[in-house]
């Protein structure tokens, strides 16, 4: 769609929805670590590739809600490296804390290394806190954008607010089996790869129903505001009035 896209503020946006792409790619990908059995190379993986896969994800939706709080008040956005920027910034901060956190749950032990396939679920889960906090200021982010002076941006702020409201109730769905629900029902720790994997999935689905199709099927539409700011100054006749 990219050569068929004539507004170039949609078109600087679009780096930064491939990168979502790939973050949501990443994510049907890492479910079949949840599919086969667990070792110390698939658990390292789910454990490192779980949040920072995720972090790619929302900090692409966090960078585009603030461009398009931008684009809702003065119809001019963020050039499109620098929303790009600001997502990948963003994501290398997971990045560093889940290495960081695997280097000092799993590595540096006195009694040599551990298994990441037995540590605490309570700890996985501490170390996707800053990817909460990503989903969480994607959604307040999106929520101005739809006041705006233009409205033909408010689309895409609904785009983001259904997205990440429906991920946020994901997260407290799988969060709370994952910790307490497979233990209350004797499932633990049978449920626990499933849990996660559906999690994975359920996301990634999301991602694609409630903000990539939508984002396509709009991405070439030339909205009527468009339409109307090319045509500010219309080329205008001179009338001639003779009075007699």
Same mark, same amino acid.
């Given at each position: 769609?990219?050569?068929?896209?004539?507004?170039?503020?949609?078109?600087?946006?679009?780096?930064?929805?491939?990168? %979502?792409?790939?973050?949501?790619?990443?994510?049907?990908?890492?479910?079949?670590? %949840?599919?086969?059995?667990?070792?110390?190379?698939?658990?390292?993986?789910?454990?490192?590739?779980?949040?920072?896969?995720?972090?790619?994800?929302?900090?692409?939706?966090?960078?585009?809600?603030?461009?398009?709080?931008?684009?809702?008040?003065?119809?001019?956005?963020?050039?499109?490296?620098?929303?790009?920027?600001?997502?990948?910034?963003?994501?290398?901060?997971?990045?560093?804390?889940?290495?960081?956190?695997?280097?000092?749950?799993?590595?540096?032990?006195?009694?040599?290394?551990?298994?990441?396939?037995?540590?605490?679920?309570?700890?996985?889960?501490?170390?996707?806190?800053?990817?909460?906090?990503?989903?969480?200021?994607?959604?307040?982010?999106?929520?101005?954008?739809?006041?705006?002076?233009?409205?033909?941006?408010?689309?895409?702020?609904?785009?983001?607010?259904?997205?990440?409201?429906?991920?946020?109730?994901?997260?407290?769905?799988?969060?709370?089996?994952?910790?307490?629900?497979?233990?209350?029902?004797?499932?633990?720790?049978?449920?626990?790869?499933?849990?996660?994997?559906?999690?994975?999935?359920?996301?990634?689905?999301?991602?694609?129903?409630?903000?990539?199709?939508?984002?396509?099927?709009?991405?070439?539409?030339?909205?009527?505001?468009?339409?109307?700011?090319?045509?500010?100054?219309?080329?205008?006749?001179?009338?001639?009035?003779?009075?007699?």
């Amino acid at each position: 769609s990219l050569p068929f896209v004539q507004d170039p503020q949609k078109k600087s946006l679009v780096a930064t929805q491939a990168f %979502f792409l790939l973050g949501t790619f990443g994510l049907f990908c890492l479910t079949f670590d %949840f599919i086969v059995g667990p070792d110390f190379s698939t658990c390292t993986s789910r454990r490192f590739l779980f949040g920072v896969l995720f972090a790619l994800c929302f900090s692409c939706l966090l960078a585009h809600a603030v461009a398009l709080n931008f684009l809702a008040r003065r119809n001019r956005g963020p050039r499109g490296w620098v929303t790009l920027a600001v997502a990948l910034l963003l994501a290398v901060v997971e990045v560093i804390i889940n290495a960081e956190w695997l280097i000092i749950t799993v590595a540096r032990q006195e009694r040599g290394p551990v298994d990441p396939c037995e540590l605490a679920d309570a700890d996985f889960v501490m170390a996707l806190i800053y990817v909460m906090v990503l989903l969480v200021a994607a959604f307040g982010t999106a929520w101005p954008a739809l006041c705006g002076r233009y409205t033909r941006w408010r689309k895409h702020g609904a785009f983001i607010l259904a997205t990440s409201g429906l991920s946020m109730a994901i997260w407290v769905a799988w969060t709370a089996m994952y910790l307490y629900g497979n233990q209350h029902v004797g499932k633990k720790p049978i449920w626990d790869d499933p849990t996660l994997a559906i999690a994975l999935v359920s996301n990634a689905y999301t991602f694609i129903l409630l903000y990539v199709i939508p984002e396509v099927t709009h991405v070439t539409r030339r909205s009527s505001e468009q339409g109307y700011e090319d045509d500010v100054y219309p080329t205008r006749g001179v009338h001639v009035v003779l009075v007699a």
